[in-house]
């Protein structure tokens, strides 16, 4: 089955700076790749996603790539707000299976200090 | 859109009662649900999938008589803990995904969770 690396486990930035948390699959065949914010006693959202057709989605402060090659993903967060404080959980599958399952990173807490 | 509500947020039960937790899509038809156990500082770990008016598909390990699931329609699904013992206190998390919205989407929207606390 599938495995997914996430690293590192714990991250802790200035407020502005930027954060980046790294993935690793290792079933080629996956090409969906999620990551969701998960914050203190709350469920996951999805902040961003992309599919192995693409290298790079952005969206505001937040931009996901992908090296299909070198199997691996990373979130990148610029210009760290407080707010961003959470875990961060990256995920892998394979879209359009029967099953839909997600593979899930164990996660990165992220600390943004004011 | 794509709102997943879970019902309750948080429950406190007696060892041995059962709990059911109920997972809905609000503004859309899952066809798809999935129940995620999550302990604390740890990642989420898939429990099992349920697709509509069929039986769940559990995960190794995870024992079906004990954690009972239902998908009756495309907007609900339930997960009751059957005879519930201190080791069964967690964070349920249900998540939802249409697999019919468009062929090849699996984006799953997952709920707030439900706290499960066995005295």
């Known amino acids: 089955g599938e495995n997914v690396e996430q690293h590192p486990s714990t991250l802790s930035v200035q407020e502005g700076d930027s954060a980046v948390i790294k993935c690793t699959y290792s079933d080629s065949a996956s090409n969906y790749f999620p990551w969701y914010k998960q914050e203190l006693g709350k469920g996951s959202q999805l902040i961003i996603d992309i599919r192995s057709n693409v290298g790079e989605k952005k969206d505001q402060r937040i931009a996901v790539t992908l090296n299909k090659t070198a199997k691996h993903f990373s979130l990148h967060i610029t210009e760290t707000q407080p707010e961003d404080s959470a875990v961060y959980f990256c995920?892998?599958?394979?879209?359009?299976?029967?099953?839909?399952?997600?593979?899930f990173g164990r996660g990165t807490q992220l600390t943004v200090w004011p | 859109g794509a709102v997943v509500s879970q019902h309750p947020s948080r429950v406190i039960c007696k060892s041995g009662t059962s709990v059911k937790i109920e997972c809905r899509s609000l503004?859309?038809?899952?066809?798809?649900m999935f129940w995620y156990r999550q302990f604390p500082k740890k990642s989420l770990m898939l429990m099992a999938t349920s697709n509509e008016g069929s039986k769940a598909t559990y995960e190794q390990g995870v024992e079906k008589d004990k954690f009972l699931i239902n998908h009756a329609s495309l907007t609900l699904s339930t997960l009751t803990v059957t005879s519930a013992h201190p080791e069964d206190s967690s964070f349920y998390i249900c998540s939802a995904s249409d697999l019919r919205a468009f062929m090849g989407t699996d984006t799953q929207y997952f709920g707030p969770g439900t706290r499960l606390t066995v005295l």
């Open positions: 503004d859309f038809q899952a066809t798809t």
């Open positions: 995920a892998a599958s394979k879209e359009g299976s029967t099953l839909g399952r997600l593979y």
